[in-house]
C-alpha cells in the first residue's frame, strides 16, 4: 500500500468517525428539543430539606444531567412504575423544588 492510499484511507477513517458524532449530536440535540417542547412551563412549589437537595445534586452530577432533568426522571418513573418504590411528601417537594429553581435560573 502506497502513502497516498493510506493517508486516505485514514482520512476516510477520520471522517466515517466525525460523521458518526455529527449523528449523535443531532439525535441528542433533537431529543433535548423534542423533550423542551414537551415540557409543561408550569412551577410547582414544594419544600425539600438540605440532604434531600445535595443527594439530588450528587446523583444528577454522577449521571452527568442537570438536577432538573433528574428530577423529571425520577417523577415520571414514579408515575410508569407505580410498583417500584414510592416517593415521599418531602421528596416530591424537593423536586418540584429544584426544577423551580433551576427554571428561575435559566
Sequence with gaps: MSEEERDTRIAAEVQA???EYAEEDAEAAEA???ERNAALDMPLNLR????LDAQLKRQAAAAQIPTSALVRRLLRQAVQDPRGEVLTVEQVEAIVRRVVAESANA
Design 17 to 19: 468517525v466525525r460523521d
Design 32 to 34: 433535548e428539543i423534542a
Design 48 to 51: 425539600i430539606d438540605k440532604d
